[in-house]
């Protein structure tokens, strides 16, 4: 059972892809200009619980369930990881917002939903209005620029994209070891209700969405690199404004700078760090709240 939002209207829309249709579980509330929001690992749309009903004030919100993740249809992946590829991930989302009625829309993403978002403002130029990402660099940077205490850090990068069914089987020995170990070392179990818990413990548990999960990530560091260092070559930048947050306690802050990567791939960039660590919408929700909605406004 997932956690419901109040006075959201739970969802299921089948939109179409290369891989056959896949069903996106999503929460729609509020009244105002469109906004999406694009949770992350190994989380579900269960992280805007404090925020998606404020915001609900101001934007019609849509809350939603990455593919593999969550209510949403988890196909297994392709050899070469396109199943999960951003690209992938970001049509289906379009596609969801096309059918709620919303040609354009506001767009915000939070970790690997930051990177599906950043995908489909490239793909979808003419769709997304403005753009805010929470502590990502763009994936190819943070690759390309990887160090020693990033490695240590992230190392979940590099375990989860080993071959199938490596991480796989080793996550599904004790899921919840591993989800306590993962996200608290980020940030520590508390900020979490036991409900949210409860519905990310069921996703880690879940054989075939830990395998979604790890194919995101397999995605990440192969078919990805190679549609970002296509735009790159291209000269492909987004136009949209984008506004970036990271947490001032976590990695990212401490081995990348996020604006001046970001102004690699856009042309207008804002952004400051807030007084946390990796889970902004769980940690600093009234903070982030007031940034959106200025920034979206």
């Not at 089948?14 to 949770?39: K, M």
């Not at 950043?118 to 160090?147: G, K, Q, W």
């Not at 987004?238 to 506004?243: D, E, F, G, Q």
Request: negative net charge.
């Amino acid at each position: 059972m997932s956690v419901v939002f109040p006075g959201f209207e739970q969802k299921n829309i089948t939109v179409p892809s290369e891989d056959g249709p896949i069903e996106i579980a999503c929460q729609v509330g509020g009244n105002g200009p469109p906004i999406l929001l694009l949770h992350g690992f190994p989380q579900t749309k269960a992280i805007w619980e404090i925020v998606a009903p404020v915001l609900a004030d101001s934007f019609t919100v849509v809350a939603s369930d990455l593919r593999g993740y969550g209510q949403s249809s988890k196909p297994h992946g392709k050899a070469d990881h396109s199943t999960y590829s951003k690209r992938s991930m970001a049509a289906d989302q379009h596609a969801l917002m096309k059918a709620l009625g919303h040609e354009q829309f506001f767009l915000l993403g939070h970790d690997r939903g930051g990177r599906v978002s950043h995908r489909l403002a490239m793909d979808f130029p003419e769709s997304v209005l403005r753009l805010m990402v929470l502590d990502i660099s763009p994936t190819l940077t943070m690759y390309e620029n990887t160090t020693m205490e990033f490695a240590k850090g992230y190392w979940h990068w590099f375990f989860l994209i080993q071959r199938e069914p490596i991480p796989e089987t080793l996550i599904g020995a004790n899921p919840e070891f591993w989800l306590k170990n993962h996200m608290g070392r980020h940030a520590g179990t508390e900020i979490f209700t036991p409900e949210r818990w409860a519905e990310y413990l069921a996703g880690a548990s879940n054989p075939e969405s830990m395998h979604s999960m790890c194919e995101d990530y397999r995605a990440a560091a192969s078919i990805d690199l190679a549609h970002d260092r296509s735009d790159r070559a291209a000269g492909k930048k987004l136009k949209m404004p984008l506004r970036v947050l990271w947490g001032e306690h976590g990695l990212v802050n401490q081995c990348f700078k996020p604006i001046e990567d970001w102004r690699v791939v856009a042309d207008v960039v804002t952004g400051k760090s807030i007084p946390c660590g990796h889970y902004i919408p769980e940690e600093c929700p009234e903070q982030l709240i007031t940034e959106a909605k200025a920034f979206f406004a």
